[in-house]
């Protein structure tokens, strides 16, 4: 079955969007785009991940400790 990459992306933002409250016909699109249950859930883990790592460093004002990208 071939994966098809933008219905993964549109579930991740209906999951940002929806606060995590997606409907079962959401599920059922990504997974009939070829993702099983084992990749939606990783998707929905990292999308905690970035959450979490957002929110801790702007609560510490965490240094960026890489160089700023050069201007265009």
């Not at 599920?27 to 859930?41: K, T």
């Not at 970035?50 to 460093?57: D, G, K, P, V």
């Amino acid at each position: 079955m071939d994966i098809n990459r933008g219905a993964l992306l549109e579930f991740v933002r209906r999951v940002i969007a929806s606060r995590g409250f997606v409907s079962d016909d959401e599920l059922n699109e990504v997974r009939a785009a070829g993702y099983s249950d084992g990749q939606i859930a990783e998707a929905v883990g990292y999308i905690g991940l970035a959450t979490y790592s957002n929110l801790f460093n702007h609560v510490n004002d965490t240094a960026l400790d890489f160089p700023a990208a050069e201007k265009l």
